[in-house]
């Protein structure tokens, strides 16, 4: 057993979670997937959720990070707006900035850490 630290890093505008690891994977998908319908199912989501998270990160920012394209006979789709790469690439480089603090900070508590029990033997 080891002491290891985990980080879910938020960014908060007024009640709202602007940002989080969520709606990080959620531009993700639907960068790769082309739409927020199919970014949802690789994520094991509902739309309706992943719709009123591209509502909120859309709100949040001064600039979409989605645009969207309603379906039709050509289908509909939505792309990650070069805004919203920015933003995807800035929080993945806070959340590994906030991992190395964390773990650098581990021994000192990995020290005062309760160790493991032993198992008693079996007879």
């Not at 709202?16 to 993700?28: N, S, Y």
Request: glycine share 10%.
């Amino acid at each position: 057993m080891s002491l290891r630290g985990h980080v879910r890093l938020r960014l908060l505008l007024d009640d709202d979670i602007a940002f989080g690891p969520g709606k990080a994977d959620l531009l993700e998908a639907i960068r790769q997937a082309g739409s927020i319908s199919a970014a949802a199912k690789v994520l094991d989501m509902s739309y309706r959720r992943a719709w009123m998270l591209v509502e909120t990160m859309n709100s949040c920012f001064e600039s979409p990070l989605v645009k969207s394209a309603k379906g039709g006979s050509g289908g509909g789709g939505a792309e990650v707006t070069p805004e919203g790469l920015a933003l995807l690439r800035e929080f993945r480089g806070m959340e590994r900035e906030v991992a190395q603090v964390v773990n650098a900070h581990l021994p000192a508590f990995a020290r005062q850490a309760r160790k493991p029990r032993r198992r008693a033997a079996k007879s």
